[in-house]
């Protein structure tokens, strides 16, 4: 039987299969399917542009050293967000020339970068000022804000006159005084407007990141950035890459129509990748209640300190409680720290608010299984809050078995840095 049998949406795990990771490496635990991995990033490579095609992984998203292999295997490239990406992508076995780095805080190893290859995106006309000093007459790339945001929330959009991210787009003059001084050619522009785009919203940004593209004459490549929405939740949409795919095809066409440019495109999805490939087995703790006009909580030992997406912007993820023969309740699951903003059903679209579920009453000992945890989980989690070790991380192989990628943290390796 699959969880998905079992009431709930995370068809990933068998049951048998979540009670082998708790009884092999205890909860709260990360799993990863190699198989959904694989599938994914086939499916994303395939993405049809007419004049080349680099598929970068955001590996902010999930930057366990096991995933970028996976990906590294398949042929993708890195979108990297810090020096530190940069060094695990390196570690990993990525080439310097195969990451880009794309950091809202600026480099501090910009030397160290450009002589081993390592790809710069200017996010900023001080970064592309840093850039011109370290390396003159290099080709670099600009990350601009083409002026339209889209998130699934507010706190994941990064386009747009309220969002701190590029360069904003009336400034191209600006980019081009700033790079002419020291000789740097704009080789790449670069947009991202968002985690979890609106689909619509995504194809007008193209538009407008095309129409930014023909002010700067030696840009060969467009990096349209990630934001391909992946509905966790089975009533939240997703994207249909196919349609993205089709249009962006006939924007490029139609750029090299007006412009000349055949464009090569890039894209770096995180969560598209990711998302769906990864779940959080867990242990129902507790189940409290707070009376007939209240509401049951069961109390999990997995919440913000291993997703804290559902704390930080309301963000919804499926649970299935693995028990059979149980009436259904009306349940709120709340994690285990000390900190009532550690929910993780608050109400969809209302984030204060608590969204109770109906699922089979849970009651203490049960496995639960956290869907959709793939991205931004892992990589978000807020590490020791209340002293609780950071969890291990799994991969389910093809063949079935369980691959340890990394363990639980111990409580010496915790206080490893206090002197
Ligand atoms: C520059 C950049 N590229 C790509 C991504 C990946 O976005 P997503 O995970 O929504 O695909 C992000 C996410 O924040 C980003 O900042």
């Known amino acids: 039987m699959t969880t998905s049998q079992a009431g709930g949406r995370t068809p990933l795990l068998s049951v048998e299969k979540a009670a082998e990771v708790r009884a092999r490496f205890g909860t709260p635990c990360y799993i990863y399917d190699r198989a959904t991995l694989e599938t994914t990033a086939r499916r994303a490579l395939a993405f049809p542009a007419p004049y080349g095609f680099t598929l970068r992984y955001a590996m902010k998203a999930n930057p366990s050293r096991g995933i970028l292999a996976v990906f590294r295997a398949l042929g ?48 900023s006309l ?46 191209a003059a600006e980019v081009k005084t ?50 391909f929405k992946v509905g966790r939740m089975p009533e939240e949409p997703s994207v249909d890459m196919d349609e993205v795919a089709a249009h962006v095809r006939g ?29 959080i087995v867990a242990t129902c703790v507790d189940v409290v209640d707070t009376g007939r006009d209240g509401y049951l909580f069961a109390k999990l030992d997995t919440g913000m300190t291993e997703v804290t997406r559902p704390s930080l912007y309301g963000a919804q993820h499926p649970i299935d409680v693995l028990a059979t023969g149980r009436e259904p309740a ?31 009453r849970p009651q203490t000992g049960d496995l639960v299984v956290v869907g959709g945890a793939g991205a931004y989980c892992a990589a978000m989690s807020t590490i020791n809050y209340n002293s609780y070790p950071q969890a291990p991380e799994i991969m389910l192989e093809p063949d079935g078995t369980l691959r340890l990628l990394r363990e639980r943290q111990s409580l010496d390796q915790m206080l490893a840095n206090e002197v």
Request: charged letters at 20%; glycine letters at 12%; proline letters at 7%.
């Open 251 to 279: 924007e490029l066409e139609a750029f090299r129509q007006r412009d000349g440019r055949a464009l090569r495109l890039e894209i770096e999805p995180g969560t598209y990748l990711v998302a769906q490939a990864g779940a």
């Open 178 to 227: 700033v790079a002419a001084r020291s000789g740097l050619t704009i080789g790449t522009l670069h947009t991202h407007i968002g985690s979890g785009t609106d689909p619509e919203a995504w194809k007008r940004a193209t538009r407008m990141t095309l129409d930014l593209v023909a002010q700067f004459p030696d840009v060969a490549v467009v990096n349209l950035g990630g934001g």
């Open 126 to 171: 001080h970064q592309l000022e840093a850039f011109g000093r370290a390396a003159p007459g290099r080709a670099v790339a600009v990350r601009m804000n083409p002026g339209l945001g889209s998130g699934s929330t507010k706190r994941t959009n990064t386009g747009g006159p309220s969002a701190s991210f590029g360069i904003w787009h009336d400034y």
């Open 330 to 360: 009306e349940v709120v699951f709340v994690g285990p720290c000390c900190e009532s903003g550690d929910i993780l059903t608050p109400a969809p679209g209302d984030p204060e608010a608590l969204g109770p579920r109906w699922v089979p």
């Open 76 to 123: 993708l490239h890195v979108d990297a967000s810090s020096d530190w990406e940069v060094e695990r992508a390196l570690r990993a076995g990525f080439a310097p020339e195969q990451i880009l780095l794309t950091s809202q805080m600026p480099s501090r190893r910009i030397a160290e970068h450009v002589r081993r290859g390592v790809f710069l995106n200017a996010c």
